[in-house]
C-alpha cells in the first residue's frame, strides 16, 4: 500500500472530530470501520468523544459508509449504541484478530484500502487494521478506569486524551 495514497490524512488526531472528511476522500476512502470503547464513548459511560456524533452525521451525508467492531463485554451497551449511532457493529469482535474486520469489509462492499480503521488501541484496532490491509488513524484514547493489565504494567498503553482539550460528559440516564 502506498504511503503516498493516504498522505492526506494523519494516522493520529486527538479526537474522532478532528479527522478532515475531505481529506479521507482525497485518500480515497470510503468507509470507515470505527472502534466504540474509548474511542466514541469511554468504557465507562463517563465520557462522549466531542462533536463526535455531529462527525459521523456529516460523513454519512457526504456518502462514507459505517462499521462498528466492540471488544467490550457489555453487549447491551454495544447495543445502546449501534441503534443511537445508526451503524452495525460486531461485538465481541475479538480484534485484532481479522475475522470481524472482513465481516464488516463484506458488508461494506468495498476493498481493505477504500476503508480507514480509527480507534485508539494500537494491540487491537491499528494492528487489525494492519492484518487486513486497511490504513488507520488512531486517536486518543478517553479517560476511563484502569484495566487490569494496565494496573500490572504500571501505565496505559493507548495515547492519553490531551487535558488541555475539551471533553464531554455522558449522562446515559437522559437517553
Same mark, same amino acid.
Given at each position: *500500500?502506498?504511503?503516498? *495514497?493516504?498522505? !492526506? ?11 478532515? =472528511? ?7 476512502? #470510503? ?14 459511560? #463517563? ?6 456524533? /455531529?462527525? %459521523?452525521? +456529516?460523513?454519512? %451525508?457526504?456518502?462514507?459508509? @459505517? !462499521?462498528? &467492531? ?9 447495543? @445502546? ?11 465481541? /469482535? ?9 465481516? /464488516?469489509?463484506? !458488508? *461494506? +462492499? ?7 480503521? =480509527? ?18 488513524? +488512531? ?27 475539551? &471533553?464531554?460528559?455522558?449522562? /446515559?440516564?437522559? !437517553?
Amino acid at each position: *500500500m502506498s504511503n503516498k *495514497m493516504f498522505r !492526506y490524512f494523519p494516522h493520529q488526531a486527538y479526537r474522532l472530530a478532528s479527522i478532515e =472528511i475531505d481529506e479521507l476522500k482525497k485518500s480515497g476512502i #470510503r468507509g470507515v470501520i470505527l472502534d466504540l470503547d474509548n474511542t466514541i464513548v469511554s468504557e465507562d459511560d #463517563r465520557y462522549l468523544s466531542p462533536g463526535a456524533e /455531529a462527525w %459521523l452525521k +456529516q460523513a454519512k %451525508l457526504e456518502g462514507f459508509k @459505517f !462499521y462498528i &467492531l466492540s471488544n467490550g463485554k457489555r453487549r447491551y451497551r454495544v447495543k @445502546f449504541w449501534e441503534h443511537r449511532l445508526g451503524i452495525p457493529a460486531i461485538n465481541p /469482535a475479538r480484534k485484532p484478530f481479522p475475522f470481524a474486520f472482513i465481516k /464488516a469489509l463484506n !458488508y *461494506m +462492499q468495498l476493498k481493505p484500502k477504500q476503508v480507514v480503521a =480509527i480507534g485508539d488501541s494500537r494491540h487491537t484496532d491499528i494492528l487489525g487494521a494492519w492484518l487486513v490491509g486497511c490504513p488507520s488513524i +488512531q486517536v486518543a484514547t478517553l479517560p476511563h478506569p484502569f484495566r487490569w493489565w494496565e494496573k500490572l504494567l504500571g501505565k496505559r498503553v493507548q495515547t492519553p486524551y490531551p487535558a488541555e482539550h475539551e &471533553l464531554w460528559e455522558f449522562d /446515559a440516564n437522559q !437517553y
